[in-house]
Antibody
Framework: QVQLVQSGAEVKKPGASVKVSCTASGYTFTGYYMHWVRQAPGQGLEWMGWINPNSGGTNYAQKFQGRVTMTRDTSISTAYMELSRLTSDDTAVYSC????????????????WGQGTLVTVSS | EIVMTQSPATLSVSPGERATLSCRASQSISSNLAWYQQKPGQAPRLLIYGASTRATGISARFSGSGSATEFTLTISSLQSEDFAVYYCQQYNNWPPALTFGGGTKVEIK
């Protein structure tokens, strides 16, 4: 069965960086785009960007340009999301999310989610 | 950026009644819209894609409609397990610049 298992909760100080991992199993890692979505406490969903695990190509939401880096290690089927220059507004649950299988056309929506990683930014 | 606006923010409905949720896009997105359901402490679950196609395993109580800028999610007869927050999400761009609506909470009346 498809599983996305993320790294554990983090507490960071303002100005620091955080790197969250997402290890996939149960499917061909390089066959599906991986997105990152965050949700601040009591708030809605916010898309951060995606990575093509096959090519390593990325596309980031404009809001996070220059501050987020998404990478992957295909040898261990793991995607990473690193966010820098953290502020208290970045306190949220960060989730990796698998894109549905898509061969052509526009089909950028999600079928499997990681369990989420709580990142708390506090001095 | 395409802005997605959901209404109402909260919908109070009695079990067995119909619920109608709205989602509006700031510009036309054709039918490139998905709906998700999120229960407390859980990850969202895909309900609808392509504005009107139910995802695998989703009850026929859920139906989606609309195109361009106006979309609706209808839950025909609310069951206890349907009380949750619902989000719409557009995916009209290449490369993807995805955006979600702010959510509608469906609560028990």
């Amino acid at each position: 069965q498809v599983q996305l298992v993320q790294s554990g909760a983090e507490v960071k100080k303002p100005g620091a960086s955080v790197k969250v991992s997402c290890t996939a199993s149960g499917y061909t890692f390089t066959g599906y785009y991986m997105h990152w979505v965050r949700q601040a406490p009591g708030q809605g969903l916010e898309w951060m960007g995606w990575i093509n695990p096959n090519s390593g190509g990325t596309n980031y939401a404009q809001k996070f340009q220059g501050r987020v880096t998404m990478t992957r290690d295909t040898s261990i089927s793991t995607a990473y999301m690193e966010l820098s220059r953290l502020t208290s507004d970045d306190t949220a649950v960060y989730s990796c999310v698998r894109n549905v299988y898509c061969t052509n056309g526009l089909c950028y929506y999600f079928d499997y989610w990681g369990q989420g990683t709580l990142v708390t930014v506090s001095s | 950026e395409i802005v997605m606006t959901q209404s109402p923010a909260t919908l109070s409905v009695s079990p067995g009644e119909r619920a109608t949720l709205s989602c509006r896009a700031s510009q036309s997105i054709s039918s490139n819209l998905a709906w998700y359901q999120q229960k407390p402490g859980q990850a969202p679950r895909l309900l609808i894609y392509g504005a009107s196609t139910r995802a695998t395993g989703i009850s026929a109580r859920f139906s989606g409609s609309g195109s361009a800028t106006e979309f609706t999610l209808t839950i025909s007869s609310l069951q206890s397990e349907d009380f949750a927050v619902y989000y719409c999400q557009q995916y009209n761009n290449w490369p993807p610049a995805l955006t979600f609506g702010g959510g509608t909470k469906v609560e028990i009346k």
